[in-house]
């Protein structure tokens, strides 16, 4: 038996009679357990079984096998030519490093062999990743799939839906007999994409209920499922989603999975922070202040000028930005999205001094300079499409359906991977760009490699991650952002090599609170892009005031999208305030505790806590009208029971509108245990409306 802890978190792990490990707990904190209770665990946890073992529970297999009478999803699938087609790995050897458990086994009929690893991170979070080699004929893989079980109580499952500019849509269900699956097949984890698989405990929030998850770290295609077999055992498992033939070993060749991450905690909030805590504890966190940056899309779109462009820089640098982006539009031809993908030439006839007098003003003004691309991406209407048809993905049936005008360069043809490296390069060199926004617009659907036609989606992503990190490691301190048409490619696969997401095209604060809530289960706020945008919603056609949009705008890696060219003074005057405001309270906002309140579908409670618990920052809105009224009470989570704070309403902009209770006029000064507790009198507002609440320490209280 070997009991792994950390973060608190235990894992205890079956490694007995030569077979491959079986979790029998992964959830809260066991404490210490000696070898003699280690065993009697393991006793109380076995079945009563009958005449089949197969009909009865087992403890959960990190990859399930047919001949050990798994009767749910197989962990391995595979072939050669139909034969070896049922794996038995077995005769496992085990090694402890830490917290890092690594089993190897073999099955010799088949000539495979069999490495997991587990490793239990300081967050207390779990991972776990495969691989598999042959020693034989050609065998083909199909699946390698990795499990974590879940508990009886574990009676409702959350996931998440969505499309283009609406991502992370929570639906929930309960946890029935069968599977719930849910695939990306596009390429890339999708706008669709689930993101996290969650089973918990029937109504689990954000402070209550015990919750357990699963998340695949990969930029491709992939599978989660939730199954619940016969003999009611129940786990969560996934994997990369392998296309035909996508993976054939030959003799002597390897197919690692990825990493499959799993959180637990009592609460949402709980199992978001061991994530959260994972991802700030890495070498490749961002370590410097998240600098604001103007993005040109919105302002701007296509209608690039140098003129307008750096004058749009000159207002920027007033507004307290640190970063100016110019977004697309800006290379060889590009007057809309039907053309010029690939051609990544500045467009001299829109600039005929090209962009280096933008980027070297932009410096001067105290800003990093930051540009778009669509790397994998290419028209049909460009000279690189035309000088290299074969470089485009083709299954048979020519470069297939375009979506926004556009198809997929295949990178896995080394001379196109130089060509569109060599060109990004050389840009980020000559101009000195600090930051790229790397956009993916268009899934890879019928994506053959030429002229074979075979499946070339997982060398792609390989490509890509290729590509990022030899960027990074050719540019040292070049950031690069992860967009796909929004929120299409969010993953701790492609965070090795990003320092910022854009979780989704919509400004819309409305949509935003959603997005970035549900976002902010796997990456803390710092990872988030969140910009400002204007008045009316470019995505929505919604119409809400500055104050609302920066507000929600707050609560990430703050940007700004209105065109500051056209802004009032007054206008121009309040998203100043904003920004500053931002700037002063970043550091809470990217080192503290993400919390949440669980409160009525009409409203949303938002805060984040200082790591010493001195501060607390927290949100309150009104999301829609309700049938009992007013609010009520809100309760401040987060804040030390012990610590006596001071809370108070803080407005950056106006005071909102609507009905403010007697204590906002002074605020009140009271225990953590109480705001945590009790609270205080929520402000009656219009919907689509918000307020702040500071709380500080009271030195000597």
Known sequence: MIHLRAGGTSVVVATDSGRLPRILHWGADLGELTDAALDDLARAALPAVGDSAVTYPQPVPVVAQLPEGWLGRPGVVGSSGGARWAPQFRDATYALDGTLLTCEADDPEYQLALRIELELLPSGLLRQRAAITNAGEPWRVETLELAVPVPSEATELLDFTGRWALERVPQRHPFGVGAWVRESRGGKPGLENTMLLLAGEEGFGFRSGRVWGIHVAWSGNQVAAAERVPADSRRISGAELLLPDEVVLAAGETYETPWLYASWGDGLDELAARFHGYLRSRPEHPSTARPVIVNTWEAVYFKHDPETLMRLAERSAELGAERFVVDDGWFLGRRDDTSSLGDWTVDAAVWPSGLEPLAQR???????????????????????????????????????????????LDLGHEEAYDHVFGQVSALVASLGIAYIKWDHNRYLLDAGHTPTGRPGVRRQVEQVYRMMRELKAAHPGLEIESCASGGGRIDLGVMQFADRVWPSDCNDPHERLEIQRWTGLLLPPELQGTHIGAEDSHTTHRSHPLDYRAEKALWGHLGVEVNLLEASEDEFAQLKGWVAFHKEHRALLHTGSVVHGDLSSALRLEGVVAPDASAALYAFSVVERAATWPPGRIRLPGLDDATVYRVQPVFPGAAPGGVLPPWFAEGVVLPGRVLGTLGVEAPSLDPDRSVLLRATAVPGA
């Open 362 to 408: 932009v410096r001067e003004l105290g800003m990093d300079f930051g540009l778009w691309f669509e790397p994998e991406m290419v028209n049909l209407d460009s000279e690189l499409a035309r000088e290299h048809p074969d470089w485009v993905f083709d299954a048979g049936h020519g470069p297939g359906l375009p979506s926004r005008h556009q198809h997929v």
